[in-house]
């Protein structure tokens, strides 16, 4: 009967819980959007290791059974740090999106984007290798997709020209699977898809996390029993009005009772 704790920097973690309520509809959330402090893909690891320690702290006040690192610089950058300091299972972005990368590439060449932080870490890169030594990475950090998603710029010239320009080395090496390793990314598939083609496999990460997660609970007998509406709680640290407007793009549906509080 215990909730299922999901955190990220912010309200782009929001296309993660979709995925779960789509696939775990009786599952009680709750989330914690960490608003005063984002962007974490901007920040050192030892900043991103420690939010994502306290976030996790936060959850555990919960009493969650599992924890979904709904952030890709988080499971990036902090993930493999700090897995081993907790007894609750910990499933981040990056494992599950590689795995459905892996078995999509044709031709073994992989785009992947993501925050500097992200990219920098080389954390899909390192896995994709693990699983097929022979694919050929091509990474590109996009640091202004973030802002630009925010602001509701999800088509027209100017983001067409700077996700032109991002793609371009991607495009270039003719990866035939793209890997969009960052919460805001999938908001951007129809533009990324006009650009890419339609030979490109786009990977959205969220789809698989909430498979990743069915499959853990199932696995160790955890799935909620009782059948009585799913309850959704929210929390942010900062301006808990922004996070709902926003909310409603990521989610696709309004939220009404977010919470504000301290870590
Ligand atoms: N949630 C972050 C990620 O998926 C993007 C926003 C940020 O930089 O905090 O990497």
Redesign the pocket.
């Known amino acids: 009967m215990q909730p299922i704790g999901v955190f990220?920097?912010?309200v782009?973690?929001l296309t993660v819980v979709r995925e779960l309520i789509r696939q775990l509809p009786d599952e009680d959330i709750v989330y914690f959007g960490?608003t005063a402090r984002?962007?974490?893909?901007?920040?050192s690891k030892e900043t991103v290791i420690r939010f994502s320690i306290e976030n996790i702290l936060f959850l555990l006040k919960h009493k969650v059974k599992l924890i979904c690192i709904?952030?890709?610089?988080?499971?990036?950058v902090a993930l493999p740090t700090i897995k081993s300091y907790f007894k609750v299972p910990i499933v981040g972005?990056i494992a599950p999106g590689v795995r459905e990368a892996v078995s999509a590439t044709r031709n073994k060449c992989i785009g992947v984007i993501?925050?500097k932080?992200?990219i920098q870490s080389r954390a899909y890169e390192i896995q994709i290798r693990q699983l097929d030594p022979k694919i050929k990475v091509v990474s590109c950090a996009c640091?202004l997709f973030?802002p630009l998603v925010e602001e509701g710029w999800l088509k027209g010239e100017v983001v067409l020209k700077v996700a032109k320009n991002y793609l371009k080395p991607i495009k270039d090496a003719r990866a035939d699977t793209l890997i969009l390793?960052?919460?805001?990314?999938p908001l951007l598939k129809p533009l990324i898809k006009t650009l890419m083609t339609d030979r490109v496999t786009l990977i959205d990460s969220a789809k698989q996390v909430a498979v990743e997660v069915k499959k853990i609970l199932t696995h160790e007998g955890m799935l909620k029993r009782k059948k009585n509406k799913a309850k959704l709680k929210f929390y942010v640290t900062d301006n808990p009005n922004w996070f709902s407007v926003l909310a409603e793009r990521f989610l696709g549906k309004p939220l009404k009772d977010v919470r504000r509080v301290n870590v």
């Open positions: 990220d920097s912010g782009g973690g960490d984002l962007p974490y893909g901007t920040k709904a952030c890709n610089t988080s499971s990036s972005v993501g925050t932080g992200t640091p973030v390793g960052c919460t805001h990314y």
